[in-house]
């Protein structure tokens, strides 16, 4: 399971023939640039699970026939303050959303207590698939006290396997398992049915889920690099590319090397272009007259910026 926000990830993601599709709230803090994800909300998931089902789509329907592409599952996050409510109406509401506004195949939802567990059976029962999560918790980091490892005492592993085996029983079809011992998450998957999926959670879980961003070095720089979590293998440093591909175009505008003639393929016919050379001659001095105007105008624009109105003229702000 790999993670996508947006059109251009999810077509990369199907094209490498990933089994599931997570589009994470974590969107908040890798696309958004939030510091956690609990200022995301529904209506900011449900444009994000839009735009990464149309580009599973293009990507099926621009497959070769002999390509063999599979269909991947797509889950959606369910955002803070979308599914903790003792009303569980609102959850299931929130989750026909998901499905019927995005064409999502399921919803995840955070924790594994006993009210989180009823919150899923209801959603569940009502026709709507559910991935449990558990272990760290990112939503719930207000109470956690922030981002860090679960399970690594013999008391709090207990719990997360309780945990686990309430949502099993109340009808989860698969569990991600974050930030927690391998051992704590190999006994949880060991007494499981359902399929684990793990992110920091050891080798022994059924699959494994990394964020798109962090796995191919989206913010990878040739010079500093962006914080990676510690669990996160990088296989590529596709932000190195980037910053080369950005710096090479800006190089070529100020040098005059782009766009060249290779790339303005557009042209007129000889005839249409002698015409469009008499209309420019036709009123040569009125558009040299209206040029001469706007140009005094910015002059004047400028002027103004010098009588201090926003600064004096060494910048320091005082008028």
Excluded: W
Excluded at 46 to 56: A, M
Excluded at 99 to 123: C, F, L, N, P, Y
């Amino acid at each position: 399971m790999v993670t996508a926000y947006d059109y251009p990830s999810a077509v990369h993601v199907t094209r490498a023939g990933m089994d599931i599709i997570l589009v994470g709230d974590s969107v908040g803090m890798v696309e958004l640039g939030h510091d956690t994800t609990q200022p995301v909300t529904m209506e900011t998931m449900l444009h994000h699970c839009g735009s990464v089902k149309r580009g599973v789509d293009m990507a099926l329907k621009g497959a070769d026939s002999k390509s063999n592409l599979r269909i991947p599952l797509l889950v959606a996050d369910m955002p803070l303050g979308s599914y903790e409510y003792r009303d569980t109406d609102i959850a299931l509401r929130n989750a026909y959303r998901f499905i019927k506004e995005t064409g999502m195949d399921a919803v995840k939802i955070e924790g594994g207590s006993a009210r989180r567990a009823h919150t899923a059976h209801q959603i569940v029962e009502s026709g709507v698939a559910v991935m449990g999560h558990i272990g760290l918790l990112p939503q719930a980091i207000s109470v956690t006290g922030g981002f860090r490892a679960v399970g690594r005492t013999a008391a709090r592993a207990r719990t997360l396997l309780d945990d686990a085996m309430r949502l099993q029983d109340a009808g989860v079809f698969a569990m991600v398992l974050e930030c927690m011992p391998q051992v704590v998450a190999q006994a949880i998957t060991e007494s499981l049915e359902i399929p684990t999926i793990g992110i920091g959670a050891g080798q022994y879980t059924s699959g494994q889920v990394l964020v798109f961003h962090d796995m191919l070095g989206m913010l990878s720089h040739p010079h500093h690099e962006a914080f990676v979590p510690k669990f996160c293998k990088r296989y590529a440093s596709v932000g190195h590319s980037i910053q080369e591909g950005l710096q090479s175009f800006k190089q070529d505008v100020e040098q005059g090397i782009f766009p060249g003639e290779e790339y303005a393929p557009y042209d007129m016919k000889d005839d249409e272009k002698a015409e469009f050379d008499n209309l420019l001659a036709a009123d040569s001095d009125d558009r040299r007259h209206r040029h001469d105007k706007a140009a005094e105008r910015y002059t004047q624009t400028d002027e103004y910026e010098k009588l201090h109105l926003y600064g004096n003229e060494d910048g320091d702000g005082k008028a």
